[in-house]
Each structure stands twice: as C-alpha cells, then as structure tokens.
C-alpha cells in the first residue's frame, strides 16, 4: 500500500477512529466533524455552504478509494462521509454561542437521524461507490440540520 493509499485510508476513518474503535464505528469517526465544524462555523454562511460542497465532493473521492482498498462495500470503517459532511448539519448556527452540551445535542441528532436513516436516505444507500456512501449522509445531514436550528432557536436564542 502506498502512502496515497494510506492518506485515504486515515481521511476516510475519520484518522483512524473508525478503524480503532471497539464499537459504534461511525459514532467515533464522526468526531472529527466537530473540529472541523468548529473551523468553518466562523465563516460567512455562503463560505460554510462553500467548503460544506468541497468537503462533501471530497468525502465523495475518499469514500469511494477507501471501498476499493478495503474491498466492502459501505464498509462500516468508513466514516469520511460522517466527519467530513457533519458541518452541514450545523451550517449558519454559531457554535461559539452554544455551551458544550448544545454541541453534544447537535451531534446526537445527526447520529440518531444518520443510524434511524429516515426517506430516502437508505434507499440512497444502494447507489455503487463514494457516491452512494455519501448521499445517505448529505441527505441525512440536511435533516439534521433543519431540527439543529429548531433546537438552537429553541434553548439557545
């Protein structure tokens, strides 16, 4: 395996949490979504929905390599599409502004919406490759994010 191989590999479980994890796979390689989130969140909203496209057209490329080397489809160490798309799941909400147990709800709704995957994000799920990797979670993601902002205006504003 070649160290290209091996980047794509580290992106796509989450730098290894989802290869190391000793349950819940996707739970521990979608944390790095936080970091990540954290980083965009200060942009301007059209910046966010910007890098949130980039990101998810990476997270395609990455997705779709790391199923060839690992020869499963979906394989469940793959967590690059949880990671790499969980600012979508936050976008335009000012995290700076929310107490740490607002950040651990957000993440528990994109976890809970990414395991329940409401329609049509399983039958999503059958598109071949990076591509269907990823759309169950772009879709799941945007979920997400309408009943974020719901929560935020809620306990936050």
Not at 2 to 29: E, R, V
Not at 82 to 107: H, K, N, R
Not at 123 to 132: K, N, T, V
């Amino acid at each position: 395996m070649n160290i290209w191989d091996k980047t794509i590999l580290a992106l796509a479980s989450g730098f290894g949490l989802g290869l190391f994890a000793p349950f819940a796979p996707g739970t521990f390689g979608s944390l790095p979504g936080v970091a990540l989130a954290f980083a965009i969140c200060s942009f301007p909203l059209w910046l966010q929905l910007a890098a949130s496209l980039g990101l998810t057209l990476l997270a395609v490329g990455v997705c779709d390599r790391a199923e060839a080397l690992l020869g499963i489809k979906d394989d469940g160490r793959i967590t690059a599409d949880e990671w790499m798309l969980f600012p979508i799941a936050v976008l335009g909400i000012p995290l700076a502004d929310v107490p740490w147990w607002g950040i651990l709800l957000f993440f528990l709704v994109v976890r809970t919406v990414d395991i329940v995957k409401p329609w049509p994000c399983r039958r999503l799920q059958s598109i071949p490759g990076g591509r269907g990797i990823v759309i169950d979670d772009f879709v799941a993601n945007i979920y997400s994010l309408a009943v974020n902002w719901m929560l935020f205006v809620w306990l936050f504003r």
